[in-house]
Protein backbone atom coordinates (compact mmCIF):
# COMPACT_ATOMS: atom_id res chain seq x y z
CA UNK A 1 0.00 0.00 0.00
CA UNK A 2 1.40 3.55 -0.89
CA UNK A 3 2.91 4.96 2.14
CA UNK A 4 1.81 8.58 1.65
CA UNK A 5 -1.82 7.69 1.71
CA UNK A 6 -1.54 5.95 5.62
CA UNK A 7 -1.71 8.18 8.14
CA UNK A 8 -1.36 6.88 11.96
CA UNK A 9 -3.89 8.33 15.09
CA UNK A 10 -4.92 7.53 18.25
CA UNK A 11 -8.91 7.87 18.52
CA UNK A 12 -11.90 7.50 20.48
CA UNK A 13 -14.96 5.61 18.92
CA UNK A 14 -17.81 7.77 19.43
CA UNK A 15 -20.19 6.13 17.01
CA UNK A 16 -20.49 2.87 15.10
CA UNK A 17 -23.22 1.58 12.41
CA UNK A 18 -23.53 -1.64 9.81
CA UNK A 19 -22.29 -1.32 6.69
CA UNK A 20 -22.23 -3.75 3.95
CA UNK A 21 -21.59 -7.30 4.69
CA UNK A 22 -19.64 -7.11 7.54
CA UNK A 23 -18.28 -3.71 7.94
CA UNK A 24 -18.74 -0.93 10.27
CA UNK A 25 -18.28 2.72 9.52
CA UNK A 26 -17.15 4.56 12.45
CA UNK A 27 -17.26 8.13 13.65
CA UNK A 28 -13.88 8.55 15.07
CA UNK A 29 -12.69 11.54 17.54
CA UNK A 30 -9.01 12.23 17.17
CA UNK A 31 -6.72 14.76 19.10
CA UNK A 32 -5.45 16.04 15.74
CA UNK A 33 -8.11 15.76 13.45
CA UNK A 34 -11.02 16.24 15.14
CA UNK A 35 -14.00 14.08 14.16
CA UNK A 36 -13.42 11.85 11.15
CA UNK A 37 -15.30 8.75 9.65
CA UNK A 38 -13.79 5.88 8.41
CA UNK A 39 -14.40 2.23 7.49
CA UNK A 40 -13.78 -1.29 9.60
CA UNK A 41 -14.03 -4.01 7.03
CA UNK A 42 -15.13 -7.10 8.49
CA UNK A 43 -15.11 -6.70 11.83
CA UNK A 44 -18.81 -7.55 12.22
CA UNK A 45 -17.36 -11.46 11.64
CA UNK A 46 -16.64 -13.22 14.87
CA UNK A 47 -13.34 -13.63 13.36
CA UNK A 48 -12.09 -10.39 13.68
CA UNK A 49 -8.92 -9.37 15.28
CA UNK A 50 -9.77 -5.92 15.11
CA UNK A 51 -13.82 -5.72 16.13
CA UNK A 52 -12.35 -5.39 19.30
CA UNK A 53 -10.53 -2.41 18.93
CA UNK A 54 -13.20 -0.45 17.66
CA UNK A 55 -16.24 -0.70 20.07
CA UNK A 56 -17.87 2.30 21.12
CA UNK A 57 -15.67 4.42 23.10
CA UNK A 58 -12.60 2.13 23.13
CA UNK A 59 -9.14 4.47 23.09
CA UNK A 60 -7.44 3.25 20.89
CA UNK A 61 -4.32 3.99 18.40
CA UNK A 62 -5.27 3.28 14.70
CA UNK A 63 -3.50 3.25 11.02
CA UNK A 64 -6.13 4.17 8.71
CA UNK A 65 -5.66 4.55 4.91
CA UNK A 66 -7.19 7.36 2.96
CA UNK A 67 -9.65 6.24 0.25
CA UNK A 68 -11.29 8.15 -2.22
CA UNK A 69 -14.41 7.96 -0.85
CA UNK A 70 -14.23 6.73 2.57
CA UNK A 71 -10.98 6.15 4.75
CA UNK A 72 -10.27 2.54 5.81
CA UNK A 73 -9.46 0.95 9.23
CA UNK A 74 -6.03 -0.88 8.45
CA UNK A 75 -4.53 -1.72 12.09
CA UNK A 76 -6.40 -0.97 15.22
CA UNK A 77 -5.39 -1.19 18.92
CA UNK A 78 -6.40 -0.46 22.12
CA UNK A 79 -4.99 1.84 24.60
CA UNK A 80 -7.58 1.80 26.99
CA UNK A 81 -10.65 -0.36 26.64
CA UNK A 82 -12.31 1.14 29.61
CA UNK A 83 -13.93 -1.89 31.19
CA UNK A 84 -16.17 -0.84 33.16
CA UNK A 85 -17.78 0.93 31.25
CA UNK A 86 -19.06 -1.83 29.40
CA UNK A 87 -19.70 -4.03 32.25
CA UNK A 88 -21.93 -1.78 34.37
CA UNK A 89 -25.19 -0.87 32.30
CA UNK A 90 -25.20 2.76 34.21
CA UNK A 91 -21.76 3.50 33.04
CA UNK A 92 -22.37 2.16 30.10
CA UNK A 93 -25.89 4.33 30.18
CA UNK A 94 -23.55 7.58 30.78
CA UNK A 95 -20.40 6.60 28.32
CA UNK A 96 -23.15 6.42 25.25
CA UNK A 97 -24.56 9.90 26.38
CA UNK A 98 -20.42 11.51 26.77
CA UNK A 99 -19.86 10.21 23.13
CA UNK A 100 -23.43 11.30 21.88
CA UNK A 101 -23.06 14.47 23.41
CA UNK A 102 -19.86 15.59 21.42
CA UNK A 103 -20.84 14.21 18.54
CA UNK A 104 -23.70 16.42 18.00
CA UNK A 105 -21.99 19.58 18.81
CA UNK A 106 -18.93 19.10 17.13
CA UNK A 107 -18.13 18.91 12.78
CA UNK A 108 -16.36 16.97 10.98
CA UNK A 109 -12.50 17.93 10.86
CA UNK A 110 -12.55 20.77 12.95
CA UNK A 111 -9.79 19.90 15.94
CA UNK A 112 -10.45 20.61 19.23
CA UNK A 113 -7.77 19.14 21.26
CA UNK A 114 -8.90 20.31 24.96
CA UNK A 115 -11.74 18.39 23.75
CA UNK A 116 -10.60 15.13 23.19
CA UNK A 117 -8.76 15.36 26.62
CA UNK A 118 -11.53 16.42 28.18
CA UNK A 119 -13.53 13.31 26.56
CA UNK A 120 -10.52 10.39 27.26
CA UNK A 121 -10.79 12.10 30.63
CA UNK A 122 -14.43 11.48 31.12
CA UNK A 123 -14.46 8.52 29.78
CA UNK A 124 -11.92 7.75 32.56
CA UNK A 125 -13.70 9.49 35.37
CA UNK A 126 -16.82 7.40 34.24
CA UNK A 127 -15.44 4.39 34.94
CA UNK A 128 -14.67 4.74 38.64
CA UNK A 129 -16.74 7.71 40.11
CA UNK A 130 -19.65 7.01 42.64
CA UNK A 131 -21.95 9.80 41.23
CA UNK A 132 -21.93 9.06 37.96
CA UNK A 133 -24.59 12.04 37.11
CA UNK A 134 -21.96 14.75 39.01
CA UNK A 135 -19.09 13.43 36.26
CA UNK A 136 -21.87 13.98 33.75
CA UNK A 137 -23.19 17.96 34.77
CA UNK A 138 -18.71 18.55 35.07
CA UNK A 139 -18.30 17.38 31.36
CA UNK A 140 -21.83 18.93 30.06
CA UNK A 141 -20.17 22.60 31.62
CA UNK A 142 -17.12 22.00 29.80
CA UNK A 143 -17.84 20.77 26.97
CA UNK A 144 -20.18 23.88 26.50
CA UNK A 145 -17.14 26.11 26.97
CA UNK A 146 -14.51 24.28 24.43
CA UNK A 147 -17.47 24.59 21.93
CA UNK A 148 -18.55 28.59 22.64
CA UNK A 149 -21.79 27.72 24.73
CA UNK A 150 -20.35 28.44 28.05
CA UNK A 151 -23.38 29.46 30.27
CA UNK A 152 -22.94 33.23 31.98
CA UNK A 153 -23.73 32.00 35.38
CA UNK A 154 -22.12 35.06 37.58
CA UNK A 155 -24.07 37.98 36.33
CA UNK A 156 -27.75 38.44 34.79
CA UNK A 157 -27.38 37.63 31.14
CA UNK A 158 -29.90 40.89 30.89
CA UNK A 159 -28.89 43.78 33.38
CA UNK A 160 -25.63 42.59 34.07
CA UNK A 161 -25.45 43.28 37.21
CA UNK A 162 -24.14 40.58 39.82
CA UNK A 163 -26.65 37.54 40.69
CA UNK A 164 -27.97 38.01 44.39
CA UNK A 165 -27.72 35.04 46.64
CA UNK A 166 -31.56 34.61 45.96
CA UNK A 167 -33.64 32.28 43.42
CA UNK A 168 -33.16 33.49 40.45
CA UNK A 169 -33.97 32.26 36.92
CA UNK A 170 -31.93 30.45 34.28
CA UNK A 171 -33.16 31.63 30.93
CA UNK A 172 -31.78 28.81 27.86
CA UNK A 173 -32.38 31.54 25.23
CA UNK A 174 -30.30 34.28 26.59
CA UNK A 175 -27.00 31.75 27.34
CA UNK A 176 -27.26 32.31 31.36
CA UNK A 177 -28.84 33.69 34.35
CA UNK A 178 -31.26 36.13 34.94
CA UNK A 179 -31.75 37.90 37.90
CA UNK A 180 -34.51 38.00 40.12
CA UNK A 181 -35.93 41.08 38.48
CA UNK A 182 -35.03 40.62 34.92
CA UNK A 183 -36.24 36.89 35.18
CA UNK A 184 -39.54 37.39 36.38
CA UNK A 185 -42.58 36.90 34.08
CA UNK A 186 -39.59 36.32 31.28
CA UNK A 187 -40.99 33.80 28.30
CA UNK A 188 -38.42 30.93 27.96
CA UNK A 189 -36.93 31.36 31.83
CA UNK A 190 -37.00 28.99 34.24
CA UNK A 191 -36.48 29.51 38.15
CA UNK A 192 -32.86 27.96 39.82
CA UNK A 193 -32.65 27.59 43.07
CA UNK A 194 -29.34 29.25 44.79
CA UNK A 195 -28.07 25.57 46.22
CA UNK A 196 -27.72 24.29 41.99
CA UNK A 197 -26.66 27.87 41.00
CA UNK A 198 -23.71 27.50 43.29
CA UNK A 199 -22.89 23.88 42.21
CA UNK A 200 -22.97 24.79 38.80
CA UNK A 201 -20.63 27.50 39.43
CA UNK A 202 -18.25 25.24 41.04
CA UNK A 203 -18.67 22.66 38.41
CA UNK A 204 -17.69 25.09 35.97
CA UNK A 205 -14.67 26.71 37.48
CA UNK A 206 -12.84 23.92 39.54
CA UNK A 207 -10.92 21.38 38.87
CA UNK A 208 -12.50 17.88 38.31
CA UNK A 209 -10.62 16.53 41.88
CA UNK A 210 -12.23 19.40 44.03
CA UNK A 211 -16.00 18.90 42.81
CA UNK A 212 -16.20 14.81 42.65
CA UNK A 213 -15.92 15.40 46.76
CA UNK A 214 -19.14 17.49 46.33
CA UNK A 215 -22.14 15.52 48.17
CA UNK A 216 -25.19 16.31 46.49
CA UNK A 217 -28.74 15.30 47.17
CA UNK A 218 -31.39 13.35 44.68
CA UNK A 219 -33.91 16.77 44.47
CA UNK A 220 -30.84 19.00 43.53
CA UNK A 221 -29.34 16.71 40.91
CA UNK A 222 -32.76 16.59 39.19
CA UNK A 223 -32.72 20.54 39.25
CA UNK A 224 -29.48 20.56 37.85
CA UNK A 225 -30.26 17.68 34.98
CA UNK A 226 -33.39 19.15 34.01
CA UNK A 227 -31.54 22.71 33.46
CA UNK A 228 -28.47 21.59 31.92
CA UNK A 229 -30.74 19.40 29.29
CA UNK A 230 -33.18 22.69 28.63
CA UNK A 231 -29.78 24.44 28.13
CA UNK A 232 -28.30 21.85 25.68
CA UNK A 233 -31.86 20.79 24.00
CA UNK A 234 -32.50 24.75 22.91
CA UNK A 235 -28.70 24.88 21.60
CA UNK A 236 -29.10 21.45 19.74
CA UNK A 237 -32.69 22.79 18.19
CA UNK A 238 -31.11 26.33 17.48
CA UNK A 239 -28.26 24.58 15.48
CA UNK A 240 -30.71 22.11 13.77
CA UNK A 241 -33.20 24.65 12.53
CA UNK A 242 -30.29 26.60 11.35
CA UNK A 243 -29.17 23.29 9.14
CA UNK A 244 -32.46 22.33 7.57
CA UNK A 245 -32.98 26.19 6.93
CA UNK A 246 -30.07 26.29 4.99
CA UNK A 247 -31.17 22.90 3.43
CA UNK A 248 -34.31 24.76 2.62
CA UNK A 249 -33.13 27.99 0.52
CA UNK A 250 -30.35 25.49 -1.08
CA UNK A 251 -33.23 23.78 -2.43
CA UNK A 252 -34.79 26.28 -3.63
CA UNK A 253 -32.34 27.72 -5.52
CA UNK A 254 -31.55 24.47 -7.35
CA UNK A 255 -35.31 24.12 -8.28
CA UNK A 256 -35.96 27.98 -8.92
ZN1 LIG B 1 -31.02 41.44 35.61
Known sequence: MDRERLYRTEAIVLKRTDFGE???????????????????KGVRRPTSRKGGHVEPFTHSQLLIAKGRNLDIVTQAETIHAFRPLREDL?????AY???ELLDRFVEEGVENRPLFDLLLA??????EADDLALTARFYELR???????RPQLFQCVSCRRPIEPVDNFFSPAEGGVLCSRCGQGRPG???ISLSALKVLRFLQTRSYSSCRRLRIGQKLHQELE??????????LERNLKSVEFLETLRRELVNG
Open 97 to 99: YAV
Open 143 to 149: LLALVGY
Open 22 to 40: ADRLLTLYTPGLGKIRAIA
Open 189 to 191: AQR
Open 90 to 94: LRTTY
Open 122 to 127: TLTWLS
Open 226 to 235: ATMQRYIVHI
